[in-house]
């Protein structure tokens, strides 16, 4: 887990990262993508069909985390407060 964030927080500061359903798609499709993290608790079982199915098309990488709360943290979708907690 730790891992992954510090992956992510690399990719974010060197303008790597791709978030979201269409931009993720758009990189998967592109070739650009050499990683894909996908939430279990998708809103849409389709989403997370569509997103293997590409994965598995290009070759590319698949991790899944437990919440897309928690993949929103790591992905840098939300604030830090003052006392160190993710806010919206």
């Known amino acids: 887990n730790a891992a992954v964030r510090m992956v992510l ?15 993720g798609a758009r ?5 650009q ?4 993290i996908l939430a279990e608790d998708t809103d849409s079982p389709d989403y997370k069909k569509l997103i293997e199915a590409l994965c598995a098309e290009q070759n590319v990488n ?6 897309k ?6 992905a840098g979708l939300c604030r830090i407060d003052a006392e160190g907690k993710a806010q919206k």
């Open 9 to 23: 927080k690399k990719a974010l500061q060197h303008d790597g990262l791709a978030r979201g359903l269409h931009e």
């Open 27 to 31: 990189a998967i499709e592109k070739g």
């Open 33 to 36: 993508a050499q990683l894909c």
């Open 62 to 67: 698949l991790i899944s985390v437990p919440t």
């Open 69 to 74: 709360l928690q993949l929103g943290e790591m």
